[in-house]
């Protein structure tokens, strides 16, 4: 594992020295005021205020926290970007490893999505971190729905799955398919209903 996170630290570390561009990037962080100030009042404002026409309150509030951490330096922005996908590359691992029980299946998953070109639209622009987020939150959920049903149960398994899959949603609405995905898995386990 340790080897495919270092492959896409040196893939992806050219994203870093990136600037912002004027493609979202100008709306979402350096011309948004609202990021400038992570004060109860802003993360008030992201949780009852559709921002630039998306209800996405954790996506602003990693920006306003980029944001105290390095002001307007898109390296910061950048380097979040990156630390998030390789979080999702070490979930999705796990995910994997233990719904199928096969570490090498995991690795050539976790491989293939570390490096896959499509992602470099996802990790490089700032303005996509929405994906990121929600990707974070859906895998994490995903990861303790599988231990739910392979620990007999558990609640506090399923009770973390929905906490995380509301996080998913407040990253972006796309996690909204997150529900159809862990019906597949009772599927996949032979879970009788």
């Known amino acids: 594992m340790s080897a495919i996170l270092l492959l896409t630290i040196v893939v ?3 994203s870093i020295s990136n600037g912002f ?13 609202a990021i400038r100030e992570l004060s109860a009042g802003n993360i008030k404002l992201y949780f009852t205020k559709a921002l630039l026409g998306m209800y996405t309150p954790f996506v602003y509030i990693s920006y306003a926290i980029d944001y105290k951490i390095g002001g307007l330096d898109p390296r ?4 979040t970007n ?3 996908h390789l979080l999702n590359i070490t979930l999705l691992f796990f995910v994997v490893r233990l719904l199928t029980e ?3 299946i995991a690795a050539i998953v976790a491989l293939l999505f570390a490096v896959h070109p499509l992602n470099s639209g996802v990790v490089a622009p700032v303005s996509t971190r929405s994906t990121l987020l929600y990707s974070f939150f859906s895998l994490a959920a995903f990861l303790f729905y599988i231990r739910y049903l392979k620990n007999n149960f558990r609640l506090r398994y399923l009770v973390l799955t929905l906490v ?5 949603l407040l990253s972006k609405s796309a996690a909204a398919v997150l529900p159809l995905v862990l019906l597949l898995t009772d599927y996949y386990c032979k879970r009788r209903f």
């Open 164 to 168: 995380l899959f509301l996080m998913a």
């Open 76 to 79: 910061i922005y950048h380097a």
């Open 21 to 33: 561009v004027n493609w979202d990037d100008n709306i979402n962080v350096y011309d948004n005021i």
């Open 12 to 14: 992806y570390s050219n």
């Open 102 to 104: 096969r570490i090498e």
């Open 82 to 84: 990156l630390l998030l």
